[in-house]
């Protein structure tokens, strides 16, 4: 149950374990809906016997709502079959009509019961539950990772995988699969991560994998460097919390270890020819969610510090409105698991344009970071919130690095230049601390708040990505109406949205370099206090004009310009967790979402 307690972050409609025991002719299970406590709660109730093999699964509904009956495991070939999935089974249609002929009964809405009877006929037909698994394989279309036990079979789990994730911990005397290292972290650090289209059986003292047709594949481990302690909420109340105050850590190590011997930075892994770098003449950063306002944010440092123009792209839209991408294409590929669908499926798209792609992802051995021409790892550790927080600030952080190598690498920048730019991003972590340690102002406008329904935020520059992610956690965590509009765009429609006590949250640039957006902002919140309007202003500390056009003002440690989202952010990041708490919601499991969307 701890696995899965580490794994509820992924889905939490339903869970259920399935359990092979004595009983060589069925499989013993119990599913709740629900989140996995209820599950517990039952299992306290009425136990299961003890077991040889087990599979467990925490649900994101896909197909049929979220029901005892459609909570997985699902039974097949009379109970002795278990199986558990990830992913959409696009085909799931015509193989339940062919079941159907064939005398087989569905108890579900799920695609993934389809799967099971699949399997079940194959298994009964006198295949292995390995050779049946390959079987079906080869015949299901769509995402999906599928586990399953055979009750006939008391020490294997067999494990299928095609664009969802699966990783194989390694034990002694054990092994586990799971959808993220966290499920088997407590027992082991060393991991390998599954291909495209590969089978795994594994047994207590074996691995084996091949492809779906059966043919051996070698997969080298890796060492997850970091430990269980580091999915643990360390003290504080909900795992949000504990993220958002690991951000200095996330950013420091995000920077570590990044230059070589002869003083330049380097990629983490892969080798993308320094020609191929030097010739590009575009950028396109492609990203879902909080990740693409984390290449809006990087867009404005690399054009600035490479002079190369920057598109950033929702990675959903992305290959379905036939982008312009060649050979002199760079694409960046943002995701904190590595495994988000939509992200995948353009950077496939973008390899086949013949386009060089760096991704920018938390997640060891991970499929973006396999897939990709070179990766940038964040090292941000295990986020287990839903609502990403550390990830974001390493994701920016990772963004600045990259435009920091090309800036190096192209001759955009002096060598005095670059050591002054990774000078100014070391300074970064130790004022996010000053950030959280001043924070109590913005969690006490929070609860007082608790009974809005709705806020804006307003930004420029790399202001306007951090307004917006500003107001994407509120909705995420407190279901209210929340919008960051561009500051500029105020008096071109939204202004309209104000009226008397209405909260705007705007981040109000530095009042040095960029003295006229300093003004032009202050100008907007002046034009939206006369509408009655309660700011609350997000400055730079000793920026005192601000104070003055403010029910509230927040300050941050001064920072460049380009650095300073990582710091203006954390105060937006601190309002929604506190506000979303006042009103007693589930901080770390928002209603309907799940934080790696495998699915497209």
């Given at each position: 149950?701890?696995?899965?307690?580490?794994?509820?972050?992924?889905?939490?409609?339903?869970?259920?374990?399935?359990?092979?025991?004595?009983?060589?002719?069925?499989?013993?299970?119990?599913?709740?809906?629900?989140?996995?406590?209820?599950?517990?709660?039952?299992?306290?109730?009425?136990?299961?016997?003890?077991?040889?093999?087990?599979?467990?699964?925490?649900?994101?509904?896909?197909?049929?709502?979220?029901?005892?009956?459609?909570?997985?495991?699902?039974?097949?070939?009379g109970g002795r079959i278990a199986v558990i999935h990830n992913g959409i089974i696009e085909n799931h249609g015509p193989l339940r009509d062919e079941l159907a002929?064939?005398?087989?009964?569905?108890?579900?809405?799920?695609?993934?019961?389809?799967?099971?009877?699949?399997?079940?006929?194959?298994?009964?037909?006198?295949?292995?539950?390995?050779?049946?698994?390959?079987?079906?394989?080869?015949?299901?279309?769509?995402?999906?990772?599928?586990?399953?036990?055979?009750?006939?079979?008391?020490?294997?789990?067999?494990?299928?995988?095609?664009?969802?994730?699966?990783?194989?911990?390694?034990?002694?005397?054990?092994?586990?699969?799971?959808?993220?290292?966290?499920?088997?972290?407590?027992?082991?650090?060393?991991?390998?991560?599954?291909?495209?289209?590969?089978?795994?059986?594994?047994?207590?003292?074996?691995?084996?994998?091949?492809?779906?047709?059966?043919?051996?594949?070698?997969?080298?481990?890796?060492?997850?460097?970091?430990?269980?302690?580091?999915?643990?909420?360390?003290?504080?109340?909900?795992?949000?919390?504990?993220?958002?105050?690991?951000?200095?850590?996330?950013?420091?190590?995000?920077?570590?270890?990044?230059?070589?011997?002869?003083?330049?930075?380097?990629?983490?892994?892969?080798?993308?020819?320094?020609?191929?770098?030097?010739?590009?003449?575009?950028?396109?950063?492609?990203?879902?969610?909080?990740?693409?306002?984390?290449?809006?944010?990087?867009?404005?440092?690399?054009?600035?510090?490479?002079?190369?123009?920057?598109?950033?792209?929702?990675?959903?839209?992305?290959?379905?409105?036939?982008?312009?991408?060649?050979?002199?294409?760079?694409?960046?590929?943002?995701?904190?698991?590595?495994?988000?669908?939509?992200?995948?499926?353009?950077?496939?798209?973008?390899?086949?344009?013949?386009?060089?792609?760096?991704?920018?992802?938390?997640?060891?051995?991970?499929?973006?970071?396999?897939?990709?021409?070179?990766?940038?790892?964040?090292?941000?550790?295990?986020?287990?919130?839903?609502?990403?927080?550390?990830?974001?600030?390493?994701?920016?952080?990772?963004?600045?690095?990259?435009?920091?190598?090309?800036?190096?690498?192209?001759?955009?920048?002096?060598?005095?230049?670059?050591?002054?730019?990774?000078?100014?991003?070391?300074?970064?972590?130790?004022?996010?601390?000053?950030?959280?340690?001043?924070?109590?102002?913005?969690?006490?406008?929070?609860?007082?708040?608790?009974?809005?329904?709705?806020?804006?935020?307003?930004?420029?520059?790399?202001?306007?990505?951090?307004?917006?992610?500003?107001?994407?956690?509120?909705?995420?965590?407190?279901?209210?109406?929340?919008?960051?509009?561009?500051?500029?765009?105020?008096?071109?429609?939204?202004?309209?949205?104000?009226?008397?006590?209405?909260?705007?949250?705007?981040?109000?640039?530095?009042?040095?370099?960029?003295?006229?957006?300093?003004?032009?902002?202050?100008?907007?919140?002046?034009?939206?206090?006369?509408?009655?309007?309660?700011?609350?202003?997000?400055?730079?500390?000793?920026?005192?004009?601000?104070?003055?056009?403010?029910?509230?003002?927040?300050?941050?440690?001064?920072?460049?310009?380009?650095?300073?989202?990582?710091?203006?952010?954390?105060?937006?990041?601190?309002?929604?967790?506190?506000?979303?708490?006042?009103?007693?919601?589930?901080?770390?499991?928002?209603?309907?979402?799940?934080?790696?969307?495998?699915?497209?």
């Amino acid at each position: 149950m701890g696995g899965l307690a580490r794994l509820e972050y992924r889905g939490y409609d339903s869970a259920g374990i399935a359990l092979v025991t004595d009983d060589r002719s069925r499989v013993a299970t119990a599913k709740k809906a629900g989140k996995l406590a209820r599950l517990a709660e039952a299992l306290e109730e009425t136990p299961l016997p003890a077991g040889t093999a087990a599979i467990g699964h925490t649900r994101w509904a896909t197909h049929g709502p979220p029901t005892d009956a459609n909570a997985h495991p699902h039974l097949a070939a009379g109970g002795r079959i278990a199986v558990i999935h990830n992913g959409i089974i696009e085909n799931h249609g015509p193989l339940r009509d062919e079941l159907a002929a064939q005398g087989i009964d569905f108890l579900s809405d799920t695609d993934t019961e389809v799967a099971g009877h699949l399997l079940g006929s194959l298994v009964e037909s006198g295949l292995s539950l390995a050779d049946a698994m390959r079987s079906a394989a080869r015949r299901l279309e769509g995402a999906f990772t599928l586990l399953a036990v055979d009750a006939s079979d008391p020490h294997t789990v067999v494990g299928a995988r095609r664009n969802s994730p699966l990783v194989v911990g390694l034990g002694e005397g054990e092994n586990f699969l799971g959808s993220d290292v966290v499920a088997f972290i407590e027992h082991t650090r060393s991991a390998l991560e599954l291909g495209q289209d590969e089978v795994v059986e594994i047994t207590p003292d074996s691995v084996t994998v091949t492809d779906t047709h059966g043919n051996p594949v070698s997969r080298e481990p890796y060492h997850v460097d970091w430990d269980a302690a580091a999915a643990e909420k360390g003290g504080f109340a909900t795992f949000m919390d504990k993220e958002i105050h690991d951000q200095p850590a996330a950013v420091a190590d995000t920077l570590r270890g990044r230059v070589d011997d002869q003083g330049r930075l380097k990629l983490d892994e892969g080798i993308v020819d320094e020609y191929v770098l030097k010739s590009i003449d575009k950028i396109i950063v492609i990203a879902c969610g909080t990740a693409a306002y984390a290449g809006q944010v990087a867009r404005y440092a690399i054009e600035h510090w490479t002079r190369v123009p920057v598109e950033v792209e929702l990675a959903h839209e992305f290959r379905y409105r036939d982008p312009i991408v060649s050979v002199k294409t760079l694409v960046v590929a943002v995701s904190q698991s590595g495994e988000t669908m939509d992200t995948i499926m353009a950077v496939r798209h973008a390899q086949q344009q013949g386009a060089t792609v760096i991704g920018i992802v938390n997640a060891q051995g991970s499929t973006i970071a396999r897939e990709a021409d070179a990766v940038l790892y964040t090292r941000a550790g295990p986020e287990i919130a839903v609502a990403s927080t550390k990830a974001f600030l390493a994701q920016i952080t990772a963004g600045y690095l990259l435009g920091i190598y090309l800036a190096d690498l192209r001759g955009n920048k002096f060598p005095d230049e670059i050591d002054a730019l990774l000078r100014e991003l070391d300074e970064i972590p130790a004022k996010i601390q000053r950030v959280l340690d001043t924070a109590a102002p913005i969690r006490e406008v929070a609860r007082s708040m608790a009974d809005e329904r709705t806020v804006l935020f307003l930004g420029r520059h790399v202001g306007f990505p951090v307004a917006m992610e500003g107001a994407l956690k509120l909705k995420e965590l407190a279901y209210i109406h929340a919008e960051g509009f561009a500051a500029g765009e105020l008096k071109h429609g939204p202004i309209a949205l104000v009226e008397q006590d209405q909260p705007v949250f705007v981040v109000v640039p530095s009042p040095r370099g960029r003295e006229s957006l300093h003004s032009k902002v202050l100008s907007n919140v002046q034009e939206v206090r006369a509408r009655g309007a309660r700011t609350l202003v997000i400055a730079e500390e000793g920026d005192t004009v601000a104070a003055d056009h403010a029910a509230h003002v927040f300050y941050v440690p001064s920072a460049p310009v380009l650095m300073t989202p990582l710091l203006s952010v954390i105060p937006l990041q601190i309002f929604a967790l506190e506000l979303a708490s006042a009103k007693g919601y589930d901080v770390d499991q928002p209603r309907n979402l799940a934080k790696s969307v495998t699915v497209e």
